[in-house]
């Protein structure tokens, strides 16, 4: 039989045929809303002009979800106006389990995500000991999770593979699995204590390069394997050393 969490794939269904089941009862996706902050995005179709951006986590994040497991949608992109965002925060979060808020979560005088959860709902944290994506923050409005995401996108990335992914399986009864290799580092990567760091690698015949980049380079994630932890107690991973890597 199938264990409770378990994802039906065509063997498992084949395997409930043979066992005479034509019907069973299962979880109901996660509804996820990716909503986007800032006034320098723009649709990723367009050409950028002066200070403005493509808009990567909209389409980044609304694609991890869906992979996920959850039923995601993208509900938009909000300017940096307090008004505004907690308007369309508080119509998302009547439509959906999780609110992925991307941008914003930066202490800074634009940044309202944060300030907008503590308005409408309770933010349950503000700040993590990671790198990339220190200014993620949680909150709750209503039934709702509120993850903020930084505007980052490399950043974003790692953060939705810590809080967010979790959030997704936990809601449909599955226990997130993750698969690994050991390889030695072809360079010295180092780190500073009191938090974890995520360090980009390319996989090669055993070895693993560290792609060193800035946290908003999500090209660099494109061109990875996977990925290493650096616990917050190291300094980092000496040339040769034989790590874990964490596969995309």
């Not at 034509?22 to 902050?37: D, F, M, N, Q, Y």
């Not at 980044?60 to 369309?88: H, I, S």
């Not at 997704?168 to 780190?191: C, H, N, W």
């Amino acid at each position: 039989m199938l264990n409770r969490g378990t994802v039906l794939t065509t063997r498992g269904i084949g395997t409930l045929a043979a066992l005479g089941y034509g019907e069973v009862e299962t979880a109901k996706r996660p509804r996820v809303c990716v909503l986007s902050t800032g006034d320098e995005l723009v649709d990723p179709a367009r050409t950028p002009v002066g200070a403005q951006v493509r808009d990567v986590n909209g389409v980044m994040l609304t694609a991890a979800a869906t992979q996920a497991g959850a039923e995601a949608a993208f509900c938009g992109r909000v300017p940096d106006d307090a008004d505004m965002l907690n308007q369309k925060v508080s119509a998302c979060c009547g439509e959906c389990d999780i609110l992925l808020l991307s941008g914003g979560s930066s202490v800074g005088v634009k940044d309202a995500a944060a300030n907008c959860v503590s308005s409408l709902g309770e933010l349950l944290f503000h700040g993590l000991a990671v790198k990339p994506g220190k200014p993620a923050f949680a909150g709750t409005i209503g039934k709702t999770l509120v993850l903020g995401l930084p505007g980052h996108p490399a950043a974003a990335y790692f953060v939705f593979e810590l809080l967010a992914r979790p959030a997704i399986y936990a809601m449909l009864g599955q226990t997130a699995r993750e698969f690994t290799v050991q390889a030695k580092l072809t360079a010295t990567v180092p780190s500073n204590t009191g938090r974890e760091e995520y360090v980009a690698v390319r996989l090669e015949e055993g070895t693993a390069e560290p792609l060193m980049s800035k946290s908003g380079l999500i090209s660099v994630l494109s061109r990875a394997d996977g990925y290493i932890r650096i616990p917050r107690d190291a300094e980092g991973f000496a040339k040769g050393a034989s790590v874990e890597v964490h596969l995309f």
